[in-house]
């Protein structure tokens, strides 16, 4: 038997020389293909030294690199799971994960060692440290390593990586993703977005989420193709980067803050072939814009942790501004009613559940949690509604958990959030249902304003009044400098509907 990904990786690979290039800073080439498998070999003699076995989990929670992502390969082909965490959670939080996952090895930056050794020690995991320059004991044993590796066997269902959900409800869970869910969507989105070996991706995103990680990345590796890696997302940097890249994949908040880059003109994008958003819906509004100014329409996909991506406007043929484009081939798509699982007609709105080779295989340890998530027939219930408009393009209107209900009437926040996006002086809203004592939950707009609006509660409230039902009107409107977001770029409601929970209860 193979390496299921890690042959897919193999089978891309560019010859070597100049054309043999996968990573390169903005100072120059820093790893050829020929020094990631030197690299990602010796990692994984490492690995094997440490007593990581193939299904054991590696948890890495260091600061983005070219070193933790020569780990992720070493764990695809030392037949472990690569368990990724944001650097940003603290130890507390740390100690959760890892009396979750009990991996055999623990990887963390130099300077939170004293903060971690406890925690490793606790489940019996062996702990190594990397720093950002690559310093640290992980390296170092790594560079008494032989670089010759016998790939551990792996098959399309073997467990490659578990990431771990944003939680914003509840514990956050771990997708179990197998070597065929991550080489399935890479293979389709090379097909879909048109990647060569001479395409040079713009890497500003972090790694330790599947958008950096495995779209970015893994697309990259499966086209032998290379990327331009920032340490992270910078406008002018990425403005600078356009010089040399082909292709750029972010969130919605970096074309925002791209959009206020002066530098950014239809010269400085002329080399980019194509500009991919996703993770957070992209307002119509800057996609317009970004087109305006550059002369690329942003092509926009969905997907998430559990099934990578789903949907894809087109490469060729419209990519329609607030929608996200059909199903990927071999994706399946429905929309249905979310009481009784019955698909909806064209144009309704209902919950969106997928099925295919990129859907993941559960949760981590979470048996009745992964059965309560997936129909009998197959279909993981995403979380999200949306519907599917008479382009037969997918058009999200935001997560179930996020509709408000209001006296008993359905009010869907992304309706009511593009009204309010439209007034003179919102730069962006969010719009939640919180307690009421009269309607159950109460609707609430949260503006985020430019310093100059002359907009009140009334003054908003009336413009509102002329185009949405009653229903739908926000009872109270806030104003805000910023809304609250993630590292991804997606506004925290939850934390909205904290901030806010007393609202109708005085
Ligand atoms: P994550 O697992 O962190 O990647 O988050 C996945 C969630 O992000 C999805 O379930 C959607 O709610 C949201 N999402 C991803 N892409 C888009 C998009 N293009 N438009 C709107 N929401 C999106």
């Known amino acids: 038997m193979s390496n299921h990904l890690f042959d897919q990786f193999r089978t891309a690979m560019p010859g070597s020389g100049p054309e043999g290039v996968l990573i390169e800073t903005p100072d120059g080439p820093v790893l050829s293909y020929d020094g990631m498998l030197d690299m990602s070999g010796r990692l994984a003699n490492l690995l094997v030294e440490e007593g990581v076995e193939p299904g054991d989990r590696v948890a890495v929670q260091v600061e983005k690199s070219v070193e933790a992502l020569l780990l992720y390969l070493a764990c695809v082909r030392a037949g472990a799971a690569f368990l990724p965490l944001n650097p940003a959670y603290t130890d507390v939080e740390l100690e959760y994960f890892l009396q979750d996952a009990e991996p055999k090895l623990v990887v963390t930056d130099p300077g939170r060692v004293k903060g971690v050794v406890d925690l490793a020690y606790a489940v019996k995991a062996t702990l190594l440290t990397l720093g950002t320059d690559g310093q640290g004991s992980l390296m170092a044993g790594a560079a008494e390593q032989v670089p010759e590796f016998e790939d551990v066997a792996r098959g399309p269902d073997d467990l490659a990586a578990i990431l771990y959900t944003s939680g914003t409800t509840g514990r956050s869970k771990g997708a179990m993703l197998s070597h065929e869910n991550l080489a399935s969507n890479a293979r389709v989105l090379v097909e879909a977005w048109r990647f060569t070996p001479d395409d040079v991706l713009i890497h500003a995103l972090p790694i330790f989420h599947t958008h950096g990680l495995f779209v970015a990345t893994n697309t990259v590796l499966s086209a032998g193709a290379s990327m331009l890696f920032l340490p992270r997302f910078d406008a002018a940097a990425v403005v600078r980067a356009m010089g040399r890249g082909t292709v750029m994949m972010g969130v919605p908040t970096y074309y925002v803050r791209l959009l206020q880059e002066p530098g950014l003109t239809r010269e400085a994008a002329a080399g980019m072939r194509l500009f991919v958003s996703g993770s957070a819906p992209l307002l119509a509004e800057t996609h317009r814009v970004f087109q305006e100014r550059t002369g690329h329409a942003i092509l ?174 926000p009872k109270r409107v806030r104003f805000v400098a910023e809304l609250p977001r993630n590292t991804m770029g997606k506004v925290q409601k939850n934390r909205l509907r904290e901030d806010y929970k007393s609202l109708f209860s005085a």
């Open 300 to 473: 926009e996909r969905y997907g998430m942790t559990e099934t990578n991506m789903n949907t894809s406007n087109p490469y060729d043929g419209p990519r329609i501004p607030g929608t996200v484009g059909p199903a990927l081939p071999g994706v399946e798509l429905r929309i249905v009613d979310q009481e009784s699982g019955r698909p909806v007609r064209d144009g309704e709105i209902g919950m969106i559940e997928v099925k295919g080779p990129n859907v993941f295989k559960g949760y981590w340890r979470m048996p009745e949690k992964t059965k309560a998530e997936f129909r009998e027939d197959g279909f993981f219930i995403t979380g999200d509604l949306g519907l599917i408009d008479g382009h037969g393009h997918v058009q999200i209107v935001g997560r179930g958990k996020d509709l408000v209900i209001s006296g008993g009437f359905n009010v869907y926040p992304k309706e009511v959030e593009a009204e309010l996006d439209r007034l003179d002086g919102v730069i962006e809203s969010a719009v939640i249902g919180v307690p009421h004592p009269d309607f159950g939950e109460g609707v609430v707009a949260v503006l985020a304003v430019e310093e100059d609006h002359k907009l009140t509660e009334d003054v908003v409230i009336a413009a509102l009044a002329q185009r949405l039902a009653r229903y739908k009107l």
